[in-house]
């Protein structure tokens, strides 16, 4: 299949490249046009600017915009949906907030045109690992691109099959998944972002704790201990019940550097965590761990500790993310 892809930074670019692995011809756009010269070097096919884009895809079109949350995708939409026609699919794989996602699915549709959210995890390791891919949006534009939703997601590798799942849908199982209407997407991707925040802060106060009870001056003499916790999270990824890819990447921050030195530890939240907080507080949900664990990047940003070490060297590992520069 053919697919427009926007934004090429550290995931656009990569989702080009696993396409075009799988046999899909993309044609790509960035306003910097390296990582566009990088790409044709790999046979994609490079447009000038959005109306170029446009015109060497063929109808029916399907473009996917991966870029920042907020104004430039909100700009980007809007241009696109001035420049294709009815029958074409507008995509939105960034993080977006499920409520703007309904309201440009309406509007869109008004021309005669689909919108598809997707809910992208993967991060850096997306090339190779694959994206898992939670999709939003009319069932008929799903149909249509699931040869594109395949391409990208992991498939079955070598994951244990899950019990008792005779007669569900195998989607699931291959790393992707339509949710339902526009917005379903991007709400069940925020809602998996606010459980890995959880789960994020569970392993560094877990790794703080350790390393506090080390012979720490002031302890009781019982706290005699040494851990070594580059060891031990070596150790839990051996047949532990907390194996995970986040203690994955845990262990190999820790094996390069036990002190972190690298991160201060100011860690920044991109938004999903917030939204929700806010969708639990809208269905009376309780989420105390999740809230607690946004709380605790909010705290982060004026005082230190290795947990927050932790929780940096684990968002660098996932998702290539930068410590905030100090103010």
């Not at 590992?317 to 410590?323: I, K, Q, R, T, Y």
Request: hydrophobic share 40%.
């Amino acid at each position: 299949m053919q697919l427009g892809i926007i934004g090429l930074g550290r995931m656009g670019a990569n989702i080009a490249r696993r396409l075009m692995k799988a046999g899909h011809e993309c044609v790509v756009y960035d306003r910097d046009p390296k990582p566009g010269a990088a790409l044709a070097g790999e046979g994609a096919i490079t447009a000038a600017d959005l109306p170029d884009l446009v015109a060497k895809l063929k109808a029916p079109r399907a473009i996917w915009v991966m870029l920042p949350a907020g104004e430039i995708t909100e700009t980007t939409l809007k241009d696109l949906a001035g420049l294709v026609l009815p029958g074409d699919t507008l995509i939105d794989g960034g993080n977006a907030f499920w409520k703007d996602d309904v309201r440009r699915g309406k509007e869109l549709a008004e021309k005669g045109l689909h919108y598809l959210d997707v809910g992208t995890s993967g991060g850096v390791h997306g090339l190779e690992r694959g994206y898992c891919l939670m999709i939003g949006g009319a069932k008929e534009a799903f149909d249509r691109l699931e040869p594109i939703f395949k391409a990208l997601a992991p498939g079955r590798g070598d994951i244990p099959a899950t019990k008792h799942r005779e007669g569900r849908n195998p989607r699931s199982e291959e790393g992707y998944l339509h949710c339902g209407p526009v917005g379903s997407g991007h709400f069940v991707k925020m809602v998996h972002n606010g459980i890995e925040y959880g789960m994020m802060q569970a392993f560094a106060e877990g790794f703080d704790l350790l390393r506090n009870a080390s012979a720490k001056e002031g302890l009781p003499a019982d706290y005699q201990f040494d851990f070594d916790v580059a060891e031990i999270s070596e150790v839990w990824r051996r047949g532990s019940v907390v194996t995970s890819w986040l203690l994955d990447l845990t262990a190999e921050a820790l094996a390069a550097d036990e002190d972190l030195a690298a991160y201060a530890g100011n860690v920044s939240d991109s938004g999903e965590g917030r939204w929700t907080v806010e969708a639990a507080v809208e269905t009376a949900t309780p989420a105390e761990v999740l809230t607690s664990s946004l709380y605790t990047r909010f705290r982060s940003r004026k005082d230190h500790t290795f947990a927050e070490k932790i929780l940096s060297a684990m968002r660098a590992g996932f998702g290539g993310h930068v410590e905030p520069k100090k103010s």
